[in-house]
């Protein structure tokens, strides 16, 4: 491994970058950052969610301008003004938010990035056999709104591989992936490696940086704090030169006496039908969460999670008020209110317009949600609101969850993702709720306040409460579920002990076996 | 047999300016932007050809003009809501009232004057065919233009790779622009056809319709398209077809008022616009296919972060 690192040293540089700072504001996104990249490496770039990845990424691929610093493409001084020029130059790029037109066939949406004339038919014919000479088969004709994330992100490589580009930026490209199409992925970048290409792998996930890159710059607040091989750190000492600081490791006690716990949340065969063409039907799904346990949803996005909250959640009402149960009573009937009094709680997926309302301040969106269970805490005699009251829970919540901010009481919008997630999540576990539904809980949140999160999910479960987590994060999973279900094209598996269960078990049914074949595609593999 | 044709030809008259105006905005919508500005648009139009002609006396250099004046009175609304990202909505709102307005007092020394009228078609011997002559080759020049149009816009949206640009524009404009696309730049052309479509529209009103000027005489035919380019779920040819549906039933109903037939009046006006709505939401049925056409991004203010 070391050979291999040193011979990139004696390798030019394909990209050189000195310096490069952006400032947004007061905020200093990018501040004086240096990056080489040989030819024929896998460089990663690591670093906590806001500490300057993408904006740095996006300077490289020409939709960001630098405030100042320098950037060289094979020795020579460039500067790349649009995403046009870095095509010309020779850098592709492959979108963590995908580029793709939903309303366009895959063929089309790669004709739209190659700036030759030829026509629809001789590009798809193109992106076929390429697609398959590579492993990632691809129906061209297809239209992208019907495609899963993993064969989206397919198109995104193979237009990025039309383009025959000498450097490929991935950013955070397993984030949507099974494991087993990750692995895939991972064959194909180390075959673009041995065909002399360089790949700039941004992730935070450890483990496959440590086994796909040759070296690695960390960033953190914006400043490049070290460049080292990963190959000889452990996920520990990255995560360190990440976070700057020890990550606590999230604790999960046993869960005691489950056999004998009453349900709390039980789910009997709820289906339901898609709302719009590109939406999933969810199909006859069946769950039991008992007070005391946590039950954690795996499955790539799009096969029905968002659907499935929101049935269950009660933003869709379902026909069969038997098919949701919450502490042993129908709810099915109820809207979210009606639900929440029950003792339910739920934290939806999308932080800012879903889980909160952006212009308006913490306290006034803490109103928001819980003018209903709290009613006599927070709204007084006639129907006035005890602004004293939200403003002081607001701030033992914000106290709780370690939420940082920039005044006492901001409006939503002006909190960074994470710290806006912490105090989402916080808002309803301080109402020690009998039954919490929970969407990607740390989705896009650093690592030392998703342990905190993750750590307050397991002690509300441990205090007596029934507690569902759906996520894309396996490792996320793993560390907090006493049982996992697999969600896949709208149906749900039974829930797979946490004890029995493996990455590659929940990545075969994540990717569509039989729950009973699992095993058996096992063998197989 | 003669009234057949006759009627038949008002038909085509009638909806000549709202096809030309909803293909033009059928396309500003197809690249995401919303103008709701069609209607002053085309009164825009329907003054400066009319003023155009009038002055100069030549009905073909007062066409030209229309398609300037709709064309430049565009510009506006995309300087507005392109560079300086206003809201779409209230600016195309307000681009229709001061198209009314202005139109009014540039109009004001014209009211009354006689106007000139664009010659119909006329090829010897061919156009004096009866029926088939008179529908095929004998009409003004401004419906051919239309058909014309329509047929190019169908070529261009889904045959061409601009075409293909500017349809995934209006699909997602930060995708776009992620691909290296010119998304301003491409909305800013798609706005100044919509506005030069909307302004031959509103100069077939003033030069072969009623050759004349006459306040407000656009008569809410600019509000009619746009309702025509949503409802025809932005397929051209549905376009055509809501447009000619319109069309009939409008002059159809304008005898059936004449023939003195016992419905109230006001239910025999208020037809045209039920009928097409009508057909036009049976046969965008298919709720898939709508998805697939509607412009996602439509009516969102685009800045590019920099």
């Known amino acids: 491994m070391g050979g291999t690192v040193s011979a990139n040293h004696d390798r030019a540089n394909l990209l050189e970058v000195r310096g490069l700072t952006k400032i947004f504001g007061t905020l200093t996104a990018c501040d004086h950052i240096d990056l080489n990249i040989a030819k024929g490496e896998i460089h990663a770039l690591l670093g906590e969610n806001g500490a300057g990845k993408s904006t740095l990424v996006k300077m490289l691929f020409g939709s960001l301008e630098p405030n100042s610093g320098e950037i060289f493409w094979d020795g020579k001084p460039v500067r790349i003004t649009s995403p046009g020029v870095a095509k010309k130059l020779g850098i592709g790029m492959v979108f963590q938010h995908f580029s793709l037109f939903e309303a366009l066939t895959a063929a089309e949406n790669i004709a739209l990035s190659l700036n030759d004339g030829s026509p629809i038919s001789t590009i798809a014919a193109k992106a076929r056999a390429l697609s398959y000479s590579y492993g990632l088969p691809l129906d061209p004709d297809s239209l992208v709104g019907d495609l899963s994330v993993g064969e989206r992100q397919r198109i995104e490589i193979i237009r990025c591989l039309l383009q025959t580009p000498q450097l490929i930026i991935l950013d955070e490209p397993t984030s949507v992936l099974t494991p087993q199409e990750a692995d895939k992925l991972f064959e194909t970048l180390e075959r673009l490696r041995a065909e002399g290409k360089s790949i700039l792998y941004i992730s935070h996930r450890l483990e496959e940086v440590k086994r796909i890159c040759d070296r690695a710059t960390v960033l953190r607040h914006g400043k490049v704090v070290g460049h080292c091989n990963p190959r000889e750190e ?95 009573k129908d709810a099915g009937g109820l809207s979210i209110t009606g639900r929440r009094l029950m ?11 879903h889980g909160a309302a952006p212009r308006m301040k913490l306290s006034e969106n803490l109103l928001l949600s819980r003018h209903a269970t709290d009613g006599k805490a927070f709204v007084g005699s006639g129907g006035t609101v005890k602004n004293g009251a939200v403003y002081s829970a607001a701030q033992r919540i914000i106290k709780a969850m370690d939420v940082r901010k920039s005044a006492p009481d901001p409006e939503a919008a002006a909190l960074s993702g994470g710290n806006l997630q912490k105090f989402i999540v ?74 029995e269960a493996t990455f590659e078990k929940i990545g075969l049914l994540m990717g569509g076996a039989e729950p009973g074949h699992a095993e058996h595609g096992m063998e197989v593999a | 047999m003669d009234i057949t044709v006759n009627i038949l030809l008002t038909i085509a008259t009638a909806a000549t300016p709202l096809l030309i105006a909803a ?114 080759f004998g009409q003004d020049p401004v419906f051919y233009i239309s058909i014309a149009l329509t047929a190019a816009v169908m070529w261009f949206l889904f045959r061409t790779r601009t075409g293909l640009t500017l349809r995934s524009i209006g699909d997602s404009h930060t995708s776009a622009h992620a691909l290296g696309i010119k998304v301003i730049r491409y909305r800013y052309l798609a706005v100044v056809f919509g506005g030069a479509c909307a302004g031959l529209a509103g100069g077939h009103l003033s030069l072969v319709y009623t050759p004349q000027w006459v306040e407000n005489m656009s008569a809410g035919r600019g509000w009619i398209a746009l309702a025509l380019v949503v409802f025809a779920s932005w397929r051209p040819w549905r376009v055509l077809a809501g447009a000619y549906i319109f069309g009939a039933v409008w002059i159809g109903q304008l005898h059936a008022q004449a023939f003195g037939i016992p419905v109230p009046s006001q239910f025999l006006s208020s037809l045209p616009y039920l009928a097409t709505i009508v057909v036009l939401v049976l046969i965008s049925r298919n709720k898939r296919l709508t998805m697939m056409n509607t412009p996602a991004s439509l009516g969102q203010p685009f800045v590019p972060d920099r």
């Not at chain 1, 003792?343 to 317009?353: D, I, N, S």
């Not at chain 2, 430049?72 to 681009?95: C, E, H, I, K, Y």
């Not at chain 2, 014209?110 to 006329?122: A, H, I, K, M, S």
Request: negative net charge; proline residues 5%.
């Open chain 1, 343 to 353: 003792g339910a709680a739920f934290v939806p997926e999308e932080r800012l317009g």
């Open chain 1, 234 to 328: 452990t996920a520990a000492s990255l995560a360190r030169m990440m976070v700057g600081s020890e990550v606590k490791a999230v604790v999960r006690a046993p869960a005691e006496g489950i056999e004998t716990a009453p349900a709390l949340l039980e789910i009997r065969g709820l289906s339901r039908k898609p709302a719009t063409p590109f939406a999933i039907p969810l199909k006859n799904i069946n769950l039991t969460v008992c007070a005391g346990e946590v039950i954690g949803i795996a499955g790539v996005a799009g096969n029905g999670q968002g659907e499935f909250f929101e049935s269950v959640s009660g933003e869709v009402l379902q026909q069969d008020a038997g098919s949701v149960r919450i502490r042993g």
């Open chain 2, 23 to 136: 293909i033009g905005e059928l396309v500003v919508e197809r690249s995401g932007v919303l103008n709701l500005g069609v209607e002053g648009m085309m009164i825009m139009g329907a003054v400066g050809g009319f003023g155009a002609g009038y002055l100069t006396g030549s009905p073909w250099i007062g066409l030209l003009a229309a398609i300037i004046v709709g064309a430049l009175f565009s510009l506006l609304f995309a300087v507005m809501t392109l560079s300086l990202a206003t809201n779409q909505v209230a600016t195309g709102l307000s681009l229709t009232l001061l198209g009314l307005g202005l139109s009014g007092m540039i109009g004001t020394s014209f009211v009354g004057q006689p106007g000139v009228r664009l010659p119909n078609l006329d090829i010897p011997g061919i156009s004096s065919i009866p029926v088939v002559g008179r529908l095929i």
């Open chain 1, 426 to 499: 916080g808002r309803e576990l301080d109402r020690k709720p009998s039954v919490m539904i929970v969407n990607q809980p740390t989705w896009g949140v650093d690592a030392g306040a998703a342990a905190h999160i993750r750590q307050a999910l397991i002690e509300l479960a441990r205090s007596g409460s029934a507690v569902l987590v759906i996520s894309q994060d396996l490792d996320e999973l793993f560390e907090l579920s006493d049982a996992i279900a697999v969600m896949h094209n709208g149906e749900l598996s039974a829930p797979l002990p946490i004890a």
